[in-house]
């Protein structure tokens, strides 16, 4: 019913830069919160960085002053720009949205494939 599109994964040094992108498409009447999770290998899935319809955002304290998310409410996408990459930032990188479909009305939520981050040191 809902798809989400990642893009803009890949290798960089430490101290480099990438931005990643997700697009949202599917029965979607309106899409609450949308943002970033990841997980490392070994390690759990952590929240990154997450956005509302209104553009409140909240981060992770790991990645404050280095990540930033951004959302167009119109196109249904979602954004993160990440500067002053670490290797502690190596991950798969998931998006997710909070969406209210519009068969039912009811907010449900869903993910990306991921897309892969390595920051080499």
């Known amino acids: 019913q809902v798809q989400l599109v990642e893009s803009g994964g890949g290798l960089v040094q430490a101290g480099g830069s990438l931005r990643l992108s997700c697009a949202a498409s599917?029965?979607?009447?309106?899409?609450?919160?949308m943002g970033w999770y990841r997980q490392a290998p070994g390690k759990q899935r952590e929240s990154v960085a997450s956005?509302?319809?209104?553009?409140?955002?909240d981060y992770a304290d790991s990645v404050k002053g280095r990540f930033t998310i951004s959302r167009d409410n119109a196109k249904n996408t979602v954004s993160l720009q990440m500067n002053s990459l670490k290797p502690e930032d190596t991950a798969l990188y998931y998006c997710?949205?909070?969406?209210?479909?519009?068969?039912?009305?009811?907010?449900?939520?869903?993910w990306g494939q991921g897309t892969q981050v390595t920051v080499s040191s």
């Open positions: 997710y949205a909070r969406v209210q479909l519009i068969t039912t009305l009811r907010f449900s939520d869903y």
């Open positions: 599917g029965s979607i009447f309106s899409i609450n919160a």
């Open positions: 956005i509302t319809s209104g553009g409140s955002t």
